[in-house]
Nanobody, 118 residues
Framework: QVQLVESGGGLVQAGGSLRLSCVAS????????LGWYRQAPGKQRELVAR???????NYADFVKGRFTISRGGAKNTVYLQMNSLKPEDTAVYYC????????????WGQGTQVTVSS
């Protein structure tokens, strides 16, 4: 089992920046990938970015060049640096994790609200 706790959300004006953090605990040595998803009201949850073993990253097209995912030195922390924020980035952001052998993210945080005002 893995427990995930996010922090860093808040209210920011368009064009501003926020940095989200997620700390993983539990069976972290089995984690193959950590990611960030978001869900806006009335919309499905969507992948924002993922970082896998070997620091392989992938991003949704709508955040490329604006957001950066990274892992902390202890490897149980993942960050999402969000720059040039837009009102359409407003959503609840969720941290996710998957163990080796999982075909999909199996662990989720409680979410942190990001609101971008115009």
């Amino acid at each position: 089992q893995v427990q995930l706790v996010e922090s860093g959300g808040g209210l920011v004006q368009a064009g501003g920046s926020l940095r989200l953090s997620c700390v993983a605990s539990g069976s972290i040595f089995r984690i193959n990938a950590l990611g960030w998803y978001r869900q806006a009201p009335g919309k499905q949850r969507e992948l924002v970015a993922r970082i896998s073993t070997g620091n392989i990253t992938n991003y949704a097209d709508f955040v490329k060049g604006r957001f950066t995912i990274s892992r902390g030195g202890a490897k149980n922390t993942v960050y999402l640096q969000m720059n040039s924020l837009k009102p359409e980035d407003t959503a609840v952001y969720y941290c996710s994790a998957r163990h080796y052998g999982m075909s999909a993210d199996g662990y989720w945080g409680q979410g942190t609200q990001v609101t971008v005002s115009s």
